[in-house]
């Protein structure tokens, strides 16, 4: 007897793969996106004078040159040695986040509109990079939109994928974020507290694409 051809086959095929890649990759890309912490830490001990994680911003440990113009102590001189590693991470953790969006595009949390917000952040996490602080204020502040807004909405969206506990963290962190976001970025409420509110706009959401990771790598179809 002659038997039609099964056509679900493909996607039967893809599943074990799509499974081995998100075992593969995505913790290890999570965790590498995280690369614009450790940066932060490293590049702030060489930063002159000495570094406020309160005051300061992320973006002025990227400026490669002694100015006066960004540092919010009036007339303090701010260099910053190591802004290349800064800016070299900020790329990096937005390849990884691109990479992320390719590679979990079926898992909770980075399904749909929620993977290509993550893909916009990442895209505007290597934009930041390129574009620092010193090169161009204006056009750094419209580059780092994506990130600033993709993440916290990447977040509040794809948390609805989940069920219980993580949906309702996800979606008030990101809710959270979102909302200090916006502020950070429209108005002077904040001034002089800057680099805080911008961590805690920036920092839950790289957390969040890890727990994602982790959570994606333990519900992954298994080899075959």
């Known amino acids: 007897m002659i038997t039609a051809p099964r056509l679900s086959q493909p996607n039967e095929d893809a599943r074990p793969t799509a499974g081995r890649a998100v075992r593969a990759l995505a913790l290890p890309l999570a965790v590498l996106q995280l690369a614009t912490i450790a940066a932060e830490i490293i590049v702030s001990f060489a930063f002159k004078p000495k570094y406020d994680w309160v005051t300061n911003t992320i973006s002025e440990l990227g400026v490669g040159g002694c100015t006066t113009e960004f540092d919010p102590r009036h007339g303090v001189e701010a260099c910053s040695p190591l802004a290349g590693v800064m800016n070299g991470a900020m790329i990096l953790s937005g390849v990884c986040l691109i990479l992320l969006a390719i590679v979990l595009r079926r898992s909770d949390g980075f399904g749909g509109l929620a993977g290509v917000l993550w893909a916009v952040a990442g895209a505007g996490s290597i934009a930041t990079g390129l574009v620092s602080l010193d090169t161009s204020p204006v056009l750094h502040q419209i580059v780092s939109m994506p990130l600033f807004f993709g993440g916290p909405l990447a977040i509040a969206i794809?948390?609805?994928?989940?069920?219980?506990?993580?949906?309702?963290?996800?979606?008030?962190?990101?809710?959270?974020?979102?909302?200090?976001?916006?502020?950070?970025?429209?108005?002077?409420?904040?001034?002089?507290?800057?680099?805080?509110?911008?961590?805690?706009?920036?920092?839950p959401a790289l957390a969040w694409v890890v727990f994602v990771a982790a959570h994606a790598r333990k519900h992954a179809a298994p080899s075959r």
Not at 158 to 178: D, Y
Not at 187 to 202: H, K
């Open 158 to 203: 794809g948390a609805f994928q989940f069920t219980g506990a993580p949906r309702v963290v996800g979606a008030t962190l990101g809710c959270i974020a979102l909302a200090l976001g916006v502020v950070f970025s429209t108005t002077d409420w904040v001034y002089g507290f800057g680099g805080i509110i911008e961590r805690l706009v920036i920092w």
